[in-house]
């Protein structure tokens, strides 16, 4: 066990133990609830950063930093097995950074029970960066777990507006995608002579001894639909708007920013090296639907009218995004998915912060009722348009939301080009809502109803405080875009490595992939090979 070995299991156990004291400690001070919280935030931010610029894998598995501690269900083929690979890091990364940003902000948060409402998202936090680190597919599922509970508990009794009704509906979603999710996972397992339950097992195993055409058919799907439950494909995205509005700004910035990301993350770390034909015979499917999230979804959020519901349903739609990168069955399209989850975890999560500072000057999310907050806050302006055009994915010094864009766009064009031509379209639907929020917003002249508000309250511009979380966020965002190597080189080698496997499992069942990927026949998808 290296020292940094030690520094990975600490991203999760520092956060969960300050939440433990929180939770049998009593009522504690506001300083020490304080001071624990902004712990249990700041370390696993600094060490997902230490990680991240250290990682150098050297295992022929591809991973760093392993460790394997007992868990009592060695029997199970179960244990806390802990790691990093070029896939996991930048999520890793990102679940740090928008941790740190989020509970930051909750700080500053008028929350009644504040002690309850922080150790909650400490929670919430452990979950978060033990989903990223697990190599072991059990706590993989585990610690999503331990991240979600609390995001419930949070919306119903700390929300805003319609917040059990949407608590209640967001439960029922994603309890239905998480039970479907385990038992996809579980019949990877044991469909295969894996002899733990873990990735780098299963890998090995189903290499030399891949699972027949048909069942890898029926368990993607369970996949598909279980994953797609969680990030809010469409048609199944209903949960997800409600339930960001209804949710404290720091949950939505932590769910919409980092936990959405599981089911995708399964699909690229699991799903596409384990049951690539399963992945095939699903990609024309998946691709319609992950348009519908684009498209159709795109024009619903041209629609809304309320800053938040706005925020939460582009939010749906840029993950359409990314299940388009994974109907591309390629590394070209697993490295799209990977850089757009990194970008959109980034800039939705400043967005959903943003978004309250506009609310805590205006109170209110109507952006009928604002307009001209440029000449109270002509900061808080600046920021709020450059994170709008970095999430129309625009071209720009440090927008990495355009690379990650374009690169599904490229895979996709391989895949089908009629596909690539609707899925533009999203861009100039961003371009509309967004660009119309901003102007709504800031631009024009005062609404009746704001400028009665300026004539009884006093609008400051975006205070020290509030630009602490943002800057974090921005930072990571424009750092990353600017240096895109400083993730791709390492993703790039691990997608590599995983689609060998995927070619090594093909060889075994005598199907020839092209040198993009997995492109098999579809003879061979018809005789079940």
């Known amino acids: 066990m290296t020292n940094y070995s030690i520094l990975l299991l600490g991203t999760i156990l520092v956060p969960l133990v300050a939440a433990l004291v929180m939770l049998g400690g009593g009522s504690l001070s506001k300083a020490t609830t304080r001071s624990l919280a902004t712990v249990g935030f700041s370390f696993p931010a600094l060490a997902s950063l ?32 802990l790691g990093l690979n070029g896939i996991s890091v930048p999520l890793f990364f990102l679940a740090g950074i928008v941790g740190l940003a989020a509970g ?26 033990g989903v990223f680190a697990s190599v072991d597919i059990f706590f993989f599922y585990f610690f999503h777990e331990l991240a979600l509970i609390p995001t419930f508990i949070c919306i119903g009794v700390w929300g805003e507006r319609d917040r059990h009704s949407a608590a209640m509906e967001m439960t029922i979603y994603l309890t239905l995608g998480a039970m479907l999710s385990l038992l996809g996972l579980l019949a990877i397992y044991f469909q295969s002579d894996a002899s733990a339950f873990n990735m780098i097992a299963l890998k090995e195993a189903i290499t030399t001894k891949p699972i027949e055409g048909g069942v890898q058919n029926v368990i993607f799907g369970l996949l ?26 720091s949950i939505a910035m932590l769910h919409a920013g980092v936990l959405k990301k599981f089911g995708l993350y399964g699909f690229v770390q699991v799903a596409l090296p384990l049951v690539p034909l399963g992945a095939v015979h699903w990609s024309n499917f998946l691709a319609w639907l992950a348009l519908g999230s684009v498209v159709i979804i795109g024009l619903i959020t041209i629609a809304q009218r309320d800053l938040k519901m706005m925020v939460g349903f582009s939010s749906v739609m840029h993950m359409g995004y990314c299940f388009l990168g994974v109907a591309c069955v390629s590394i070209l399209g697993a490295a799209g998915v990977i850089l ?27 952006m009928a009722d604002m307009g001209g907050l440029v000449r109270q806050a002509p900061a808080l302006a600046a920021i709020f348009s450059t994170a709008v055009l970095a999430s129309i994915g625009l071209p720009g010094p440090g927008l ?20 690539a031509f609707l899925a533009v379209l999203g861009v100039i639907i961003s371009a509309v809502y967004g660009l119309r929020a901003v102007a709504s917003i800031f631009f024009g002249p005062h609404s009746e109803t704001f400028a009665k508000h300026l004539k009884e309250n006093a609008v400051k511009d975006i205070t020290v405080a509030e630009k602490i979380p943002t800057f974090i966020l921005f930072a990571a965002l424009v750092v990353i875009g600017l240096w895109p190597r400083s993730i791709t080189d390492d993703m790039n080698r691990a997608l590599e490595a995983e689609f060998k496997t995927i070619h090594a499992m093909l060889a075994t069942l005598e199907i020839q992939p092209d040198e993009e990927g997995i492109e098999i026949a579809r003879t061979a998808i018809t005789q079940n090979r």
């Open 340 to 366: 757009t989850m990194v970008a959109h975890g980034l800039t939705i999560a400043l967005l959903f912060l943003l978004g309250h500072v506009v609310y805590r000057r205006t109170e209110t999310f109507e």
């Open 224 to 249: 598909l639909f279980g994953f797609g439950i969680l990030v809010s494909l469409f048609p199944f995205h209903s949960w997800a708007p409600r339930g960001y509005a209804a949710a404290p700004t």
């Open 400 to 419: 990495l939301n355009f690379f990650g864009e374009f690169t599904v766009f490229t895979a996709l064009w391989d895949f089908n080009e009629a596909f």
């Open 104 to 129: 930051l902000y909750a700080l500053q948060s008028e929350a009644e029970r504040p002690q309850q409402y922080l150790m909650l998202i400490l929670f919430m936090q452990s979950g978060l960066m």
């Open 50 to 81: 230490i990680l991240w610029i250290n990682f150098q894998p050297t295992d022929s598995s591809g991973y760093d930093y392993l460790i394997v501690l007992p868990t009592g269900l060695e029997r199970l083929g179960i244990t806390l097995h």
